[in-house]
């Protein structure tokens, strides 16, 4: 009786301790509660986030080939300027017109005594294109130059002065061209509003005119506003890629914003962390080994999982009939690896891993269990010590000791 008074106690803490196994410490869910909690509906029927489950082989790798990523060219191709730049609203204008001897309208006179030889000109100060399209210019009034070029409006001001001036010829040039510019901001050495060559400038180009950026390549995203759109793509990208290196459009704004590519790796791994991409392309395979691969102690191979929001075309193709798919909305997609299929380590090279990904790796079933008596042994040690000093004594104390 006085063995069974001693070890009750322990037993009572291990059932204890068993019954309430479900707030074990954990990082995560296990491989099955992510599968049975797919598509909105946990183990007891509770709703939980809504998100459909692809399990990984060659063909979703194949579909995921044709994602898509933004792009520039993609978006919004590679317009080149015209050889010669339009005139627009703002732009400020320099007119200067000859005339073919003096005393003329913009000439001075020949004084008496003196001899006069070749042109006399004018400059007209530098005006500002009105929002009517119009300059004004003496004796010819007002002339409309939106949308034309230097050279077009050179001919309509001396068409407009002749018979007034001695065979006038006409010189414009555009002193500062407010309408074909670019503004260029975030990190870059100094923001500021650039106007376009009349060669055609490039994202770079424009960059370099800010002063370039301020950081390390591979931490920078490029956002182009044109219009209605906006379009943000990795800096590197542009980088490494000639066709995203597109031409600028007049009123382009573009900004350089430090967000570094990265995914987030955590469970049963070398190492839990937030990963940097160090190329413009990531596998699964490779994001693994980043982390120093799975835990051989810990991890189940079968709970490899890539959690991701997805575009419509892509939702779509690997789940046509799943009501989670909405055209138009990003759909919450959880990917699940199984490394114990030996083929799988193939698909996983060629499985892209993207900018916010995250990636979970489930501990293996038998990793719960072994918490379970690690935790009980862990308890019930004291009590074994201390039955085990009464039964000492007691044995002493009959011996007479």
């Known amino acids: 009786m006085q063995k069974l008074k001693w070890y009750s106690p322990a037993v009572l803490v291990g059932v204890g301790f068993l019954a ?37 082989d060659a063909n979703v790798a194949n579909t995921l080939s044709h994602r898509i990523p933004d792009s520039l060219y993609g978006s919004f191709g590679d317009h080149r300027a015209s050889v010669e ?29 003196q ?27 007002a002339i409309h130059v939106l949308g034309k070029t230097p050279l077009q409006v050179q001919t309509t001001i001396q068409n407009a002065l002749q018979g007034k001036a001695i065979q006038p010829q006409a010189l414009v040039s555009i002193t500062n061209p407010v309408s074909s510019s670019v503004t260029v901001l975030g990190e870059v050495g100094h923001g500021a509003v650039i106007p376009l060559s009349a060669k055609g400038d490039r994202l770079m180009d424009v960059v370099a005119l800010a002063g370039g950026v301020r950081g390390q390549v591979n ?21 490494s890629n000639p066709n995203e290196n597109i031409s600028m459009r007049a009123g382009d704004t573009l900004t350089i914003v430090r967000d570094p590519q990265t995914f987030t790796v955590f469970g049963a791994t070398g ?12 596998n699964l395979s490779n994001a693994l080994a980043k982390v120093g691969g799975l835990q051989d102690t810990r991890s189940d191979a079968t709970g490899v999982f890539v959690f991701r ?14 009501p989670l798919v909405v055209r138009g909305k990003r759909t919450p997609v959880v990917y699940r690896l199984n490394l114990k299929n030996a083929a799988s380590m193939f698909v996983a ?30 308890l019930s040690q004291p009590l074994t010590t201390t039955s085990s000093v009464l039964t000492s004594a007691s044995s002493a104390k009959s011996l007479g000791l």
């Open 20 to 56: 309430g196994c479900s707030s074990l410490p954990e990082v995560g869910p296990s491989a099955d509660a992510v599968v049975s909690q797919a598509n909105g509906t946990g183990d007891n029927g509770a709703s939980t986030g809504a998100y459909a489950l692809v399990n990984i």
């Open 85 to 113: 730049p339009r005139i627009g609203v703002g732009d400020m204008l320099t007119v200067t017109i000859w005339e073919a001897s003096a005393g003329g309208l913009f000439s001075g006179p020949v004084l008496p005594g």
């Open 115 to 141: 001899f006069s030889s070749g042109a006399k000109s004018a400059t007209i100060p530098p005006q500002s294109v009105g929002r009517d399209g119009r300059i004004s210019v003496p004796y010819a009034g």
């Open 219 to 239: 931490e920078m995203v490029v956002r182009l506003s044109r219009g209605p759109r906006t379009v943000s793509v990795p800096l590197i990208k542009v980088v």
């Open 271 to 282: 190492n839990n962390a937030l990963v940097p991409f160090d190329s413009d392309s990531m």
């Open 309 to 322: 929001y997805e575009p419509y075309a892509i939702a779509h193709a690997l789940l046509p009939e799943s």
């Open 349 to 378: 090279q060629t499985f892209p891993v993207f900018n916010h990904d995250v990636i979970y790796v489930s501990d293996a079933p038998l990793v719960e269990t072994q918490k379970i008596m690690q935790i009980f042994s862990t």
